[in-house]
């Protein structure tokens, strides 16, 4: 989940070539970044202040320019220089809301990019800069604008149409302050979340199926232990624990996090969102937002969720079946719930695959998988990852690595990765933009900076960090996220690395998840963290052949959540969000758990609202993007460099059905997708395949 180069020219398989520039990096690496391990409260908030006041003084002096005098430099230009000391506040500064261990700093985090966030509503309200704006698109030069600059104009001109700036004044006004509203929600739906701390208390039978290396990282309360909702507990447990009652109320403790208090602010949001696209002329908020996207609108969006459904729907039957017979055969019944459906899968994967995941995860130390990682990045992309040890991090556990080309010379980019829990801390997988790359005035490029969140099991004093096979996948799609961030050669910020599409975000990391399931990319890191055994032949042919055993039903989930955001947002949504969950609910096949509010805790709702399809969205491309190196070979660094080239360079520079014709050398189709989810043979065949 996303959160805010080579020399020489290249061919791209298309006619038209893609332009890359060269530029000189600025030497200094944190230029208004955070001295993380000194930050204060006081200090964050004064940057923050800082950064506001230094954005109204350059606006202040853009629209002070006489309309005779307007150009792209001091109108357009210097608006984006104007904006970025509040980008960079907003990313870097305010990211300690998500990784801060001090309680005082993550408040001021949060209370800030509240703040921020509505300086920023108010920034695209603001009518005496449009004026300015208005007064530069009119100019001939403006006509004269190619490439980037162009596009920034008509995306500026597009940003104010849809902040009702072709309506009166005071619809205007309505809409800045029901902007306003959705940060305020927003802010208050993610703090709950991540402020909610719940779980189970279970003796030690409760925790039968689950291997002692598990239960010694728990929690113990007493002669019990206890079961948090945080992935590294919730997962393996849900996945393995025999006591489906437990189980179900584990299940039913996650599905009401955030609690009804943020069932009411999504309500409150919806319904916000909704007077905002029928004042601005649209129909309902889905086709406001997907306006901006690959998919154009609302009904694209829901038929295209709608197709996959019915093409899925044989596979899926044919899951619950050998789903049924795991869960009966372990001593449940042929009825699965939802609280039993991660339980079978893993079942059916010992019975039938001889896979079982936390034996699987003994040959992925977490160093090891960060090695082959790095490695096979290098190795692909042409760059290289250098720790530095010395670098300003907010937690001891941080690490921070500077990325040069191949061949060495002076570091373009900086990322580091938070990869293990701790309390408070944001519970999932995420990569953040901490600043974005840009072309800097004196024509050097502004560094990016990037960072990976995760929460991978923390080694102990006789274990690595072992990953189940997911969350070595989850590793590679931030890291592939973090490519894109770090990668980008955009010359300016509003199109810098996953600035891009929604619906085609998720892509270029999605597609780096094919290389985990590589042989020939496992056969290079995966060993046995005791003895240094290779991953054994039998046990990766066997997850490879797993890999479609559910994929039925999982691809069912993912339309559902789809289904259940779209229709939040749709044009005949009657405000009621939990009849209206109840009511998709069973297109995933599963008896909805009364009592449970699953939206209460559903994140994407607030910034990915009526986005959640893009993740199926995306996939289809990034299987599809993915049959290059099917053919070439996962390691061939002249595909890797027309990659780097073709998408994580160019960023949103380029609308996105072109970044995908562009590397693919054709339109996109849909059959290595269908392959991949067990509906259509491989058109594209590996030798080992």
């Not at 709950?192 to 189970?200: E, L, M, R, T």
């Not at 941080?398 to 944001?426: N, S």
């Not at 997988?429 to 901490?434: F, G, M, R």
């Not at 053919?631 to 970044?659: C, H, I, K, N």
Request: hydrophobic content about 40%.
């Amino acid at each position: 989940m996303r959160m805010a180069r080579l020399d020489g020219p290249m061919e791209v398989p298309q006619s038209a070539p893609v332009q890359h520039r060269e530029f000189p990096y600025c030497s200094d690496m944190n230029p208004g970044l955070p001295d993380y391990p000194n930050l204060t409260p006081d200090a964050l908030a004064e940057a923050c202040q800082g950064a506001i006041d230094a954005c109204r003084a350059a606006v202040a002096a853009i629209v002070s320019v006489p309309v005779d005098q307007r150009s792209y430099v001091n109108t357009l230009l210097a608006l984006e220089e104007a904006q970025q000391p509040v980008a960079l506040a907003g990313d870097a500064w305010t990211f300690m809301a998500d990784v801060a261990v001090d309680k005082a700093l993550r408040e001021s985090a949060r209370e800030w990019k509240e703040r921020l966030g509505k300086y920023a509503v108010g920034l695209g309200f603001d009518e005496e800069l449009y004026r300015a704006v208005r007064e530069f698109a009119d100019t001939p030069e403006a006509a004269t604008l190619t490439g980037e600059d162009a596009r920034l104009l008509e995306h500026t001109l597009r940003d104010y149409r849809r902040n009702g700036f072709e309506l009166a004044a005071g619809d205007r006004e309505r809409l800045r302050v029901l902007f306003e509203e959705l940060v305020e929600l927003g802010s208050r739906f993610m703090k709950a979340i991540g402020g909610w701390q719940d779980g189970i208390e279970v003796d030690r039978q409760g925790l039968d199926g689950l291997p002692d290396s598990f239960i010694e990282g728990l929690e113990r309360v007493g002669d019990r232990y206890r079961v948090s909702l945080d992935y590294p507990e919730y997962n393996p447990f849900m996945a393995n624990a025999r006591s489906s009652r437990l189980r179900r109320e584990l299940m039913e403790r996650d599905q009401r996090k955030g609690g009804p208090e943020n069932v009411a602010r999504l309500e409150r949001a919806i319904a916000v969102r909704t007077e905002i696209a029928r004042t601005l002329g649209y129909d309902c908020w889905a086709d406001y937002v997907i306006e901006l996207r690959m998919a154009g609108n609302y009904r694209t969006a829901q038929a295209f969720l709608d197709d996959l459904r019915t093409k899925v729907a044989v596979k899926a039957a044919q899951d619950m079946v050998l789903l049924a017979d795991a869960n009966e055969a372990a001593g449940g019944t042929r009825e699965v719930e939802l609280w039993d459906h991660r339980f079978a899968v893993s079942q059916l994967k010992r019975t039938k695959f001889a896979v079982d995941d936390l034996e699987v995860a003994a040959y992925f130390p977490l160093q090891a998988c960060l090695d082959g990682l790095f490695d096979l990045m290098q190795e692909v992309l042409g760059v290289r990852f250098v720790e530095v040890a010395d670098a300003p991090v907010w937690h001891p556990d941080v690490r921070t690595y500077d990325i040069t080309e191949a061949d060495g010379g002076e570091p373009f980019a900086r990322f580091h990765m938070d990869l293990w829990p701790r309390p408070d801390k944001y519970k999932h997988a995420a990569a953040y933009v901490l600043r974005s790359g840009r072309a800097l005035a004196d024509g050097s490029y502004q560094q990016p900076l990037g960072a990976i969140v995760a929460n991978f099991t923390k080694p102990s004093a006789s274990r690595p960090s072992l990953l189940r096979h997911v969350e070595v996948r989850n590793l590679f799609h931030e890291f592939g996220h973090v490519m894109h961030d770090t990668l980008t050669r955009a010359e300016r910020a509003r199109f810098a690395g996953t600035a891009t599409e929604l619906d085609f975000v998720e892509a270029p990391a999605q597609m780096l998840e094919h290389w985990c399931w590589d042989p020939a990319v496992l056969r290079r890191f995966a060993r046995h963290h005791v003895t240094g055994a290779p991953l054994p032949e039998d046990l990766l042919a066997g997850m490879i052949a797993a890999r479609k055993a559910d994929s039925g039903l999982a691809t069912l989930m993912q339309i559902f959540h789809g289904s259940l955001d779209l229709a939040y947002h749709a044009p005949d949504f009657d405000g009621d969000t939990t009849t209206t969950l109840r009511k998709i609910h069973e297109l995933h096949g599963f008896t909805f758990p009364e009592g449970t509010h699953r939206q209460s805790s559903f994140e994407h709702l607030f910034g990915y609202e009526a986005g959640y399809y893009s993740y199926l969205w995306s996939r289809a491309l990034a299987d599809d993007m993915y049959t290059r190196f099917q053919a070439a070979g996962p390691l061939d660094p002249e595909l890797g460099l027309t990659l780097r080239r073709t998408v994580y360079e160019r960023g949103g520079s380029v609308d996105a059905t072109r970044l995908v014709s562009d590397f693919l050398g054709r339109e996109p189709d849909h059959r290595a997708f269908l392959h991949h989810l067990g509906l259509a043979p491989d058109p594209h065949p590996s030798p080992e395949a």
